[in-house]
């Protein structure tokens, strides 16, 4: 799929080059070292998901603007991927004529979402809730819970990250009281339904 989205993007005239990353530190680290005027990120990446991967861009490369890439469509996602940063949204079904649409607005300045987020992200900023979900993980868990739901073990997690295993179900069991959930598997159903992470 890559390798085809990368054919797609080098018939754009806009597009001069195209690089293409491993997973979502790969993506972060290149953003950051090249530069690019437009990062297309998956937004299921595998390390890190890749609107959490646009929250780092969007910190350290802020010159880069984000088009998160995804299979889902909502409302969720589309005010997580705003709020992170991202410029816009495409979908995996989407044509050759969207990709075109949608990089020429991007580049040119403007953004890419679903007609519904700017009435999302004012609601959020003036505290209403949106569909009673709430997320009271910090950045560190929720990385966590990502490579959890990937089916990561603690120590490959805790050699990835650089931390010890003990750290590593510290989390764990910190990200299950403050959900207040027991069983793994009902933690990931949780976070993939509500949005928390993106499987």
């Known amino acids: 799929m890559r390798a085809g989205i990368g ?3 080098r018939e754009l005239k806009s597009v001069s080059e195209v690089l293409e990353a491993s997973d979502g530190r790969d993506a972060v680290a290149q953003c ?3 530069r690019p005027g437009v990062a297309l990120l998956e937004a299921c990446l595998s390390g890190i998901n890749g609107v959490d991967a646009t929250t ?3 910190r350290q490369a802020p010159g880069t603007r984000v088009i998160v890439f995804t299979r889902q469509s909502g409302d969720e996602l589309n005010l997580r991927a705003f709020e992170a940063g991202a410029a816009g949204v495409l979908l995996r079904d989407s044509t050759v ?7 020429s607005t991007v580049m040119n300045g403007g953004t890419h979402f679903g007609p519904s987020v700017s009435k999302l992200a004012i609601e959020k900023r003036n505290g209403k809730p949106h569909n009673g979900v709430t997320h009271p993980l910090t950045d560190r868990q929720r ?3 990502q490579l959890v739901a990937e089916g990561m073990s603690s120590k ?3 050699r990835l990250l650089r931390v010890s295993v003990k750290t590593v179900e510290t989390h764990r069991a910190h990200i299950m009281d403050r959900l207040g959930i027991r069983d793994l598997a009902g ?3 949780y976070a ?3 949005g928390l992470i993106v499987a």
């Open 97 to 103: 004529a969207d990709f075109h649409v949608a990089f």
């Open 7 to 9: 054919a797609l993007l």
């Open 156 to 158: 490959e997690i805790g």
């Open 56 to 58: 780092s861009i969007a």
């Open 192 to 194: 993939i339904r509500t």
């Open 32 to 34: 950051v070292s090249s």
């Open 143 to 145: 990385e966590i819970l």
């Open 187 to 189: 933690l990931v159903r």
